[in-house]
């Protein structure tokens, strides 16, 4: 069954590895046009390379945390792909750290990350869905339950489910559905950076902590990045036209409010 993505034009934030990469690599087997992004120049190219044989793909290199570049991110986007159906919106990951020791600094830089990119790049891609289209915010699990040591996450990541509804129920009058995704445990750079950083407060190996990560997942493994994509994919399709302002877990049921 065709899910209605070919020839969509979509544009997939933060997309040089992992979830974004995995994200864009799954619209373009759809038969879509994407653009990737992401602020490293040399990730972004080795991406563009690796992802070229599968569709007709595009990248533009800009920093989440400046909002001048998420808006010229969208703009030129657009433009390469001559309108646009998708925003797809992956972002970088905040600083492990609790409040007692982050820095205002810390906090300043999450709250450009995690939340103005966002507030920028569905203003600013909305302008463009003339004709309606999708927006699909990935987030994380803290929305829903607090990570130790991650309180960038688990308090500025919370502002998108606010983000989520308001634009869903605003959007949503113009034919722009608005969902979000709560991923958990996948396995990217980001598990291998967080599992390093817990290892050294709590005097654990790597492996040790790993290990202690999955046997809370009820699914007994982490995810594959393809997991998390699959979800936006189908958010994206023409499965999910009735599927406005929603957060869905996609965390192996790690989760453990029943709400
Ligand atoms: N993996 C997990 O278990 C998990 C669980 C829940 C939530 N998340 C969240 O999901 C998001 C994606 O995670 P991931 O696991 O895919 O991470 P990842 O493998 O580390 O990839 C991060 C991506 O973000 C890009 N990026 C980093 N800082 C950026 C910036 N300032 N501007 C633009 N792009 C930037 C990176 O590009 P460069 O090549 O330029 O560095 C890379 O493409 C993160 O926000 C993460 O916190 C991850």
């Not at 190219?45 to 044989?53: D, N, P, T």
């Not at 927006?135 to 983000?163: C, E």
């Not at 936006?232 to 996609?250: C, D, E, Q, R």
């Amino acid at each position: 069954m065709s899910l209605g993505l070919e020839n969509k034009r979509v544009i997939v934030t933060a997309s040089s590895r992992g979830i974004g990469y995995a994200t864009a690599k799954r619209f373009l087997e759809e038969g879509a046009s994407v653009v990737i992004s992401s602020e490293n120049p040399s990730s972004l190219k080795r991406a563009h390379e690796s992802l070229s044989g599968f569709g007709r793909v595009y990248s533009v290199q800009a920093d989440l945390t400046k909002p001048e570049e998420v808006k010229a991110l969208i703009e030129r986007g657009r433009s390469l792909l001559g309108g646009l159906d998708v925003l797809a919106y992956v972002t970088g990951s905040p600083k492990p750290g609790n409040f007692l020791e982050l820095s205002d600094e810390d906090w300043y830089k999450a709250y450009n990350l995690l939340l103005m990119s966002a507030v920028v790049a569905v203003r600013e891609a909305s302008k463009h869905m003339e004709s309606g289209g999708r927006i699909i915010l990935t987030t994380s699990v803290t929305l829903k339950q607090p990570i130790d040591n991650l309180d960038l996450s688990n308090v500025v990541r919370l502002s998108l489910a606010g983000l989520i509804k308001s634009a869903s129920r605003m959007l949503g009058k113009k034919g722009i559905l608005v969902n979000g995704i709560m991923q958990g445990w996948t396995l990217t750079e980001r598990v291998t950076q967080l599992a390093k950083d817990r290892a050294k407060r709590e005097g654990k190996s790597e492996e040790q902590v790993i290990s202690e990560i999955v046997s809370d997942v009820p699914l007994g493994r982490i995810a594959k990045p393809e997991e998390i994509a699959n979800v936006v994919i189908f958010l994206a399709s023409n499965l999910a036209t009735y599927v406005n302002g929603a957060i869905i877990p996609v965390d192996g049921g790690w989760i453990r409010a029943a709400l």
